[in-house]
Nanobody, 122 residues
Framework: QVQLVESGGGLVQAGGSLRLSCAASGRTFSNVAVGWFRQAPGKERTYVAAISASGAVTHYADSTKGRFTISRDSAKNTVYLQMNSLKPEDTAVYCC???????????????WGQGTQVTVSS
C-alpha cells in the first residue's frame, strides 16, 4: 500500500513557476514509478509526466515538454514536478500516481493522491 499526498499548488500568473510535491508513505517508494496527471474542469484527465522507479528515466507529454521537469528524492520519499513558463491552459487539479511501471496510461497506476489545484491567470 502506498499513500500519496500532493502539495505546492496555488495561483500564479502566466509565465510564472510552481513546484508540486508528491510525498509518499507506506510501501517502499523507491520501487515504484510515479506519474503526474491533471484534470481541468469539464475535461478528461490527461497525462503530464512520469519518472521511473530508479529516477533514471523521465517522460513528458508534448504539452509540458521543455517547461516541466519531474524528479524524485528517494531519501525524502518525494517526487517533484517543477513547472515553469506556466500558461492559463495549465490550470487543473494535478494528481500524482504510483505504479509498477512508468507509463502515460493512468490505468497502469494503482495508487493515487487527492490532488492539488493549480490556477494560472492570464
Amino acid at each position: 500500500q502506498v499513500q500519496l499526498v500532493e502539495s505546492g499548488g496555488g495561483l500564479v500568473q502566466a509565465g510564472g513557476s510552481l513546484r508540486l510535491s508528491c510525498a509518499a508513505s507506506g510501501r517502499t517508494f523507491s520501487n515504484v514509478a510515479v506519474g503526474w496527471f491533471r484534470q481541468a474542469p469539464g475535461k478528461e484527465r490527461t497525462y503530464v509526466a512520469a519518472i521511473s522507479a530508479s529516477g533514471a528515466v523521465t517522460h513528458y507529454a508534448d504539452s509540458t515538454k521543455g517547461r516541466f521537469t519531474i524528479s524524485r528524492d528517494s531519501a525524502k520519499n518525494t517526487v517533484y514536478l517543477q513547472m515553469n513558463s506556466l500558461k492559463p491552459e495549465d490550470t487543473a487539479v494535478y494528481c500524482c500516481a504510483a505504479g509498477a511501471i512508468r507509463s502515460s496510461d493512468p490505468q497502469q497506476y494503482n495508487y493515487w493522491g487527492q490532488g492539488t489545484q493549480v490556477t494560472v491567470s492570464s
